[in-house]
């Protein structure tokens, strides 16, 4: 049974930092390629950045290349997201996903089999 478990979402001011967390098990790690996507109340789920398997390419929006660093630990099957730089606009359940992305589409959500529960992150003005 895959599961993917997000940690580390909460509160920080606008200006800080945050590190988002997913643990996944059940599947064979080095073969997917991890996403973050979120969403924000009444708005639909946004892609925000992938890692391939190789742990050599990564993708991010514009929004928030820049800000937000992705990177994989292929021995911890984890991924994380570093985000700095926070505004209000960042505010949302974050989700982490993991599928077996060969059309080279990381934004599609579709693309992403396995989901995890969400976790928030507030941005305070």
């Known amino acids: 049974q895959v599961q993917l478990v997000e940690s580390g979402g909460g509160v920080v001011q606008a200006g800080g930092s945050l590190r988002v967390s997913c643990a996944a098990s059940?599947?064979?790690?080095?073969?997917?390629?991890l996403a973050w996507f979120r969403q924000a109340p009444g708005k639909e789920r946004e892609f925000v950045a992938a890692i391939r398997s190789s742990g050599l390419d990564t993708y991010y929006t514009d929004s928030t290349k820049g800000r937000f660093t992705i990177s994989g630990d292929n021995t911890k099957n984890t991924v994380s997201l570093l985000m700095k730089t926070l505004n209000p606009e960042d505010t949302a359940v974050y989700y982490c996903a993991a599928g077996l992305v060969y059309n080279r589409r990381w934004n599609a959500p579709t693309n992403y089999d396995y989901w995890g529960q969400g976790t928030q992150v507030t941005v305070s003005s």
């Open positions: 059940g599947l064979t790690f080095n073969r997917y390629t």
